[in-house]
């Protein structure tokens, strides 16, 4: 597919492993920049590749699939003096670098962010790691759920009389990631007005407090402390899943003007004058009671039946969605939310589709996931570096690639 996106002309080279690292490559290649990723040689499973290869669910896994489309795999053993002075050619002739090792795991290597910057002053390293580059906690492992925990994500999910839940995706990695990728173009930005590139340090716990809304100033401010509660956001009513004949059904309509529409369609337009629910505060201070009411009408209706109504009123509502009802919905289809990319072995995998859709420069999935460790070995070093066959085989036969 001709490379239309915003990113084409970039080449980023990505060196991080599992989530973080990789999802932020899998961003910038999909808005059209050459990701090239390092894999350590040898066999997945024992050492070699990114362990990505083997995530995912079902008796196949699939996640490797989506998160290095639209990417070149080469091999490279970067604990191997040859490997590092591999990657620091390859580093020099990019825009970006994307790593997410413990702090300090580059310095060891010999590829500091100064050593590498005196090559390539313009270059621009994304660094995504656990709590950061500096301060106390810097040099410690950590992992998206860690970060989730500190960050105020976790003592927050699930139900209040259970412990803390897990979102159910890697929300952590994927955030850090995100905002790795969003300091990348802003970094790429500066650097067109300077010629200058420089470092994006994204932690994964600051990822995570980002997007924590007023968690701290309501607790600096009243000494408000946000608590589990399950389905509910405490005092924004009506807003939850309700139960019907064949299944559950998700219904917004805090909003005054929208709780009236809500009232009209259940047939009960005199509990929008109710004291109780007249306005936003009263249906906070009321939410269980309201819940329950608005319980007892959904579960004399079928899914369709209730979806229908509040289509009708307007009322902001919708379906709790599992893959096959995102593959037969016709919105999805419209908008090709979830695309198909060919491939040699199941023929054909479904994805979600590359997002924000930009209407001049849209992102695209050019390339399905490499399917062997190093498989491009031979374009990406003979092309950029200059390297021959004979070259390829020796660096091979000691592993070095």
């Known amino acids: 597919m001709e490379n239309k996106g915003p990113l084409a002309g970039i080449t980023v080279v990505e060196m991080g492993q599992l989530i973080a690292g990789p999802f932020c490559g899998q961003l910038l290649g999909d808005m059209g920049a050459d990701v090239i990723k390092l894999e350590p040689p040898g066999e997945i499973g024992k050492g070699g590749g990114d362990p990505m290869r083997g995530w995912g669910g079902g008796e196949q896994p699939m996640w490797w699939e989506v998160i290095a489309r639209n990417k070149r795999a080469v091999s490279c053993n970067l604990r191997d003096a040859e490997g590092q ?52 906690y810097s040099s ?166 209730l979806e229908d109504k509040m289509v009708a009123a307007g009322v902001p509502a919708g379906r709790l969605y599992r893959p096959r009802d995102m593959l037969d919905d016709p919105h999805f289809q419209a908008r090709e939310a979830i695309i198909g990319v060919p491939h040699p072995r199941w023929g054909e995998v479904k994805m979600q589709n590359v997002f924000p859709k930009l209407s001049a420069t849209p992102g695209s999935v050019r390339r399905r996931a490499p399917e062997t460790i190093g498989q491009d070995n031979a374009d990406v070093y003979c092309e950029m570096l200059g390297l021959d066959e004979a070259a390829l085989a020796e660096l091979q036969a000691r592993g070095i690639i």
């Open 85 to 136: 002075a591999l990657a620091r050619r390859l580093i020099a002739r990019a825009d970006i670098l994307i790593e997410n090792f413990r702090p300090g795991t580059l310095e060891k290597w010999g590829l500091s962010p100064d050593v590498l910057m005196a090559g390539n002053p313009g270059l621009i390293i994304v660094r995504v790691s656990g709590y950061g580059q500096s301060g106390p």
């Open 140 to 305: 410690r492992a950590g992992f998206g759920g860690i970060g989730e925990a500190m960050g105020g994500w976790r003592a927050i999910v699930g139900d209040p009389d259970r412990p803390p839940s897990r979102m159910g995706v890697s929300i952590g990695d994927t955030l850090a990631a995100t905002y790795g990728a969003m300091g990348a173009l802003a970094a790429l930005n500066h650097r067109h007005a300077t010629g200058k590139g420089q470092i994006v340090d994204s932690a994964l716990y600051e990822a995570v407090l980002q997007v924590m809304e007023s968690l701290v100033p309501d607790y600096v401010a009243s000494g408000y402390v946000r608590e589990r509660s399950g389905s509910v956001l405490p005092g924004i009513a009506p807003s939850n899943v309700y139960p019907c004949k064949d299944g559950e059904y998700l219904i917004g309509a805090n909003q005054d003007t929208v709780f009236g529409r809500l009232c009209d369609a259940m047939g009960r337009p005199e509990l929008a004058k109710d004291p109780r629910y007249v306005n936003h505060v009263a249906r906070g201070k009321h939410q269980e009671e309201l819940d329950a009411l608005i319980g007892d009408w959904t579960k004399t209706l079928t899914i369709a039946e």
